[in-house]
């Protein structure tokens, strides 16, 4: 029997890795965390930000690896599903490119058949703010909001159909698992 898939979709430091921590240590199954930052640090430099490349086009020069990355990406969690691994992915898929290209297009074709709950994960901005500015990961931190952050908060959500969204800006982490728990079909 294959694993159940979660895909947790939102804006970098929207909670999404938390969440997926909490997922695992608080949802009964076997949970394979297998997300942007996991993936991302799979990679060599020539190929960063990889899946994790942020939208308004900035790298057309990398768009048609990040299509062959995301086909990767899938590929690798339909395998772990089909092994019968419970999968949980913190994601900020966007279709802003350069080139028309949109990664649920990919995750259709690679995970058909395997039923993924899609996610979205919301943060105000300034919750987003506060914690980019707490921890900066090589950013500049301060006053403001950068343009690509602000453009992360629009491009992310943009036409996808979730089975749920979850504010964890407001909500703690193992509510969350709580909540996702509780649409999630039980594992076998």
Known sequence: MPGRILILNGAPRSGKSTLARAVQAHVPGRWINWGVDAFNGTLPPALLPGIGLRPGGERPDLEPEVRRLYTGFFSAMAGFARQGFDVVADLGMH???AAPFDPLDVLRQELNGLNPILVGI?????IIMARRNADPRGYVAGPGIPAPVARWQEAVHEGKDYALRLDMGNLA????????GGIMPQSM
């Open 122 to 126: 919301d943060c105000p901005i300034e």
């Open 95 to 97: 279709s802003v490119y």
């Open 173 to 180: 982490p193992e509510a969350g698992a709580a909540r996702l």
